[in-house]
């Protein structure tokens, strides 16, 4: 068989860059492999997001893009999948002339047929159907360590909880649950190949299992836990709604897990949260933070918030402010409230003007780096435990920091803080401390990473495993 190119463009949430996974190894049958440039690609997928109306117009800017590639190369197959294929469907053939096909989100295991169809007629396809079965990988093709030691699982697709600013549930359609022993051999199979660490991905990680009667997600948990060879645990995301008691004790009873939660508040004034139909309120909120911190002092908090959202007036924001200055997060992910078609919030009246949003957004954002930095800086003169997931993208670009040099490498505490560190002794310029846990004493903080020193990397790398170091 020739080998011939693929290409992915992958937009939006760690969803996307699963499923864009999933293309790659679906896709391998047919001949395909990762292509070294866009330009030599024989087949361009697009996989893109519909969360905010900026996520969107960048996969059309995209696909504009590759016009002349098309003009240049006409046997050129141009896909696009994710959330924009499902929520525009075939008015996407119709709006761009160079695409030959749109699959949804539910259309993953139907891909390799189309693109059969499509390289033998160049037909022009449009799949938006949406099914009830969970997509499961194809088994046979084994997972590569290509993509590093650290790797996504989906647990569960959909979402049925129908906040009211949100397009997850109708383009990814109801929440399913995969069922655990196919969650469990994936993961043993990507361990084989050489991954460390996993994040479980679901849209509210905490109904797992519920609706299906499968196991309850802080069971999902230990059996993950009980895998050899893994070294951390993540997961993504937890809904404060049901944020369990269950949940809680894992960050004490499992020792993989890692000690950080993203937990979405998206407002902090309770009328906000009504009409985004969250279904939970400031106080319940920060109740569950507080339970969080006694059974587990270090862990680490993150969150989504969302200004400006139809009616929001400065008394509301400025309860959104006290709660970020009450809680003090980790870290923050904040928005632009953006309409989007088929979210209730669409029709609601009194939106915020773009200038006001801005403001907040600002507002929001310099109160954070505060806590951000405040945070990373109490760390100086710790040492901490940091997975070792590759080089700085910092070496050798002038940005290196006095009296550090060496070799830079890169990797995570657990509670998801990076750390760029040196290895003075130029030790380990090969990849021999990728995939190990290591002691590294933290020396500058800054607000989006750390930067620090390797303890005893002397006796490293040879003869100690990433479990071994784990373990001390
Ligand atoms: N399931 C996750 C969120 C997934 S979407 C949860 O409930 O926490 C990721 C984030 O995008 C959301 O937390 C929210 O903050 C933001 N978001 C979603 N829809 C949005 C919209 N219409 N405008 C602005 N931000 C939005
Ligand atoms: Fe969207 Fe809400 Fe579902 Fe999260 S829980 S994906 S914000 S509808
Ligand atoms: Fe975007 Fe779809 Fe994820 S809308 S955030 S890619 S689920």
Redesign the pocket.
């Known amino acids: 068989m020739n080998t011939k190119y693929l290409y992915i463009n992958t937009i939006g ?1 760690q969803m996307n860059v699963y499923d864009s996974e999933q293309m790659v190894r679906r896709l391998k049958p047919l001949g395909y492999e990762i292509s070294p440039s866009m330009e030599a690609a024989d087949l361009i997928i697009v996989n893109t997001c519909a ?2 109306e900026k996520a969107e117009q960048k996969a059309f800017s995209f696909l504009g893009r590759l016009t002349a590639l098309k003009r240049k190369k006409p046997e050129l197959i141009i896909c696009v999948g994710g959330c924009v294929a499902q929520q525009e469907g075939r008015m996407i053939l119709e709006r761009v002339h160079n695409v030959d096909l749109v699959f949804g989100t539910h259309a993953l295991n139907r891909l390799p047929e189309h693109i059969r169809k499509i390289s033998l007629k160049r037909c022009r396809i449009s799949d938006v159907e949406m099914t009830k079965e969970i997509i499961e990988f194809p088994s046979e093709i084994k997972p590569g360590i290509e993509d590093g030691i650290t790797r996504f699982v989906t647990i569960m697709r959909g ?1 049925d ?1 129908y ?1 009211t ?4 549930p109708h383009v990814r359609g109801p929440e399913i649950s995969r069922r655990p022993e196919n969650v469990v051999n994936e993961i043993r199979e990507l361990v084989e190949a050489g991954v460390k660490e996993v994040t479980l991905l679901g ?2 990680v905490n109904s797992y299992g519920i609706k299906e009667g499968l196991c309850s997600f802080p069971e999902l948990l230990k059996f993950v836990n009980e895998i050899e060879g893994l070294l951390r645990i993540r997961f993504t ?1 937890s ?1 404060p709604k049901d944020l369990s008691e269950g949940l809680i004790s894992a960050f004490a009873g499992l020792e993989k897990l890692c000690s950080h939660i993203h937990l ?1 508040v ?1 407002s902090g004034s309770n009328s906000v949260l009504k009409r985004m139909n969250r279904k939970y309120t400031r106080e319940l909120y920060i109740d569950k933070i507080e339970r969080l911190r006694k059974i587990s002092p270090d862990l680490a908090i993150t969150s ?3 200004v400006g959202f139809p009616g929001e007036t400065d008394e509301d924001f400025k309860a959104t402010l006290d709660l970020v200055k009450e809680v003090e997060f980790d870290g923050l ?1 904040t ?4 309409d ?1 078609k088929n ?1 209730p919030a669409a029709k609601f009246s009194d939106k915020v003007p773009d200038d006001k949003k801005n403001k907040r957004l600002q507002e929001l954002l310099e109160l954070q780096e505060y806590y951000t930095v405040k945070k990373n800086r109490a760390l100086i003169g710790s040492t901490a435990l940091i997975l070792v997931e590759g080089f700085s993208k910092k070496q050798g670009d002038g940005d290196v920091q006095e009296g550090f040099t060496g070799v830079h490498w890169t990797g995570r505490t657990a509670t998801n803080k990076i750390v760029n560190f040196v290895d003075e002794n130029f030790l380990s310029g090969d990849t021999a401390l990728i995939g190990k846990i290591i002691n590294v004493k933290i020396e500058k903080a800054f607000s989006h990473s750390l930067l620090g020193k390797p303890v005893d990397l002397k006796g490293l790398p040879v003869g100690i495993t990433g479990e071994e170091s784990y373990a001390a």
Not at 165 to 168: A, G, P
Not at 335 to 338: E, L, V
């Open positions: 949430c969360i905010r979402c909880n906040c600013y949100c397009v997850v849209q509210n995301t809904h979405p998206q989504d918030i969302i992910f928005f632009g409230y953006s989007r979210a």
